[in-house]
């Protein structure tokens, strides 16, 4: 049974930091893409940072690309989203994923499973 959990979310002031974690289970994790995508109130689900099956290319949106770094650690199924610099327009719902392709134009695509999400509040 695959296991998508999400854990780091929090409050955090303008201009702070936040490290999302994601671990996952049940399925090779090493062989495929992994990303997050966030969800703000009212707005659609946006991708915004996706790292291939081995960490060596990654890929931002432009709304968070020289602020958010993704990394993986393969050995321990697991990969992370560090947040650094946050604006109130990164208060979110961010939800993990497992993708099938890794793309350099569009991050991760064929998205095969989604985490239950975590939320991230920026205060003025």
């Known amino acids: 049974q695959v296991q998508v959990a999400e854990s780091g979310g929090g409050l955090v002031e303008v201009g702070g930091s936040l490290r999302l974690s994601c671990e996952a289970s049940?399925?090779?994790?090493?062989?495929?893409?992994m990303g997050w995508f966030r969800q703000a109130p009212g707005k659609e689900r946006e991708g915004i940072s996706c790292?291939?099956?081995?960490?060596?290319?990654?890929w931002y949106s432009d709304s968070v690309k020289g602020r958010f770094t993704i990394a993986r650690d393969n050995s321990k199924n697991t990969h992370f989203l560090s947040m650094d610099n946050l604006k109130p327009e990164d208060t979110a719902v961010y939800y993990c994923?497992?993708?099938?392709?890794?793309?350099?134009?569009?991050?991760?695509?064929?998205?095969?499973?989604w985490g239950q999400g975590t939320q991230v509040t920026v205060s003025p």
């Open positions: 994923v497992t993708a099938g392709t890794f793309s350099d134009l569009h991050g991760c695509e064929s998205i095969r499973h």
């Open positions: 790292i291939n099956f081995n960490g060596a290319m990654t």
């Open positions: 049940g399925f090779p994790f090493g062989y495929y893409p």
